[in-house]
């Protein structure tokens, strides 16, 4: 019997209609356009509106779209992960609301929380109920409202944020398709650097955590950067050589876009080209576990089956990590 893998069948995405424009951003922090974009390679970002609206109203869309997409019926999924840092609430799992507005009846889901690197981790995990043959139909869905945690009066987080997702399917493959290989970190001493200071158990929010600003994103930028730029470059250089790999062998680096500099970095490392490298931050900014399928979405028609495809991240946690992966279909 042919061994199985777990391949990627279909992807979408969505963001949402709102567009904050670094222009916009300059009438609210002390801050510029040349300055955001010189630092960090974004332009704008889209930011989730309205009342009682939370991470899965970005993905349940995107989820819509992947069922579409992929010919699927809703009650055949089998299973359903959100990778997400901003769950709709603390519990029930966003999974499970998502699996309730879609249909998924049948689907048990979870949510799982790893920062930046969540739709890596979750892809990993994913890909093992595939490959164990218990499961037919998976979807991992990396999807944030990272606009309910940002302060808008810090102009060295808000610049960096936005809102968006993306979900794919992943299916059994025997020909030697999708997930090949994976490595994935964690480290918890890198968890003073990038945090959110109340709202959990240690600190529960009190009048006094609200009124400190203490439920918004806190990251030492300096300190992230170095963290980030070793993390990925490294862990995407070891996956390419344990895989007998060369730069001219890989067709693709999906990066985590959290800053263009960064990513710039990681390929270099690879020898890659700026031609295989995917980029929107400059559209979407960091939607944290929303960026890695945001890209696979748009970049989805340059995509061939057979494609040596390199994803990697890094994370508040520190978390981080890369998957190489075969892609298992020609563009539709």
Request: aromatic content about 8%.
């Amino acid at each position: 019997m042919s061994k199985i893998t777990a391949a990627i069948t279909g992807v979408s995405g969505y963001v949402p209609d709102y567009v904050l424009t670094n222009k916009e951003l300059e009438t609210m922090v002390d801050t510029n356009d040349e300055w955001i974009t010189t630092r960090t390679g974004i332009k704008e970002r889209r930011i989730l509106k309205g009342e009682g609206k939370g991470t899965s109203h970005i993905a349940v869309p995107a989820v819509r779209e992947l069922l579409r997409k992929t010919n699927t019926k809703p009650e055949e999924v089998d299973l359903l992960i959100c990778a997400t840092t901003t769950p709709d609430m603390v519990f029930p799992a966003t999974a499970n609301l998502i699996t309730a507005e879609v249909g998924a009846v049948n689907a048990f889901g979870y949510d799982l929380q790893a920062a930046c690197s969540g739709f890596l981790f979750a892809l990993a995990t994913g890909s093992k109920f595939i490959e164990s043959g218990q499961y037919k139909k998976v979807i991992v869905v990396g999807a944030d409202k990272m606009s309910a945690i940002v302060d808008y009066t810090d102009r060295a987080t808000c610049i960096i944020f936005g809102d968006g997702g993306g979900a794919v399917m992943l299916e059994p493959n025997t020909e030697g398709l999708g997930i090949q290989d994976s490595i994935l970190k964690s480290d918890g001493t890198g968890a003073q650097f990038l945090h959110m200071k109340a709202g959990g158990s240690r600190k529960p929010a009190s009048i006094e955590t609200v009124q400190a600003r203490e439920h918004f994103a806190y990251q030492e930028g300096q300190q992230v950067f170095k963290f980030a730029v070793k993390g990925m470059a490294d862990v995407s250089a070891e996956i390419m050589e344990r895989n007998h790999l060369t730069g001219e062998d890989v067709a693709w680096l999906v990066p985590h876009q959290a800053n263009k500099r960064i990513i710039e970095a990681t390929a270099n490392r690879m020898g890659l080209s700026s031609e295989k490298v995917m980029l929107n931050i400059q559209k979407y900014g960091n939607t944290t576990s929303g960026t890695i399928p945001l890209c696979l979405w748009e970049y989805e028609n340059q995509l061939k089956k057979g494609d040596n495809i390199i994803l990697a991240a890094f994370g508040g946690g520190f978390t981080w990590g890369a998957i190489y992966l075969k892609w298992a279909y020609d563009p539709k």
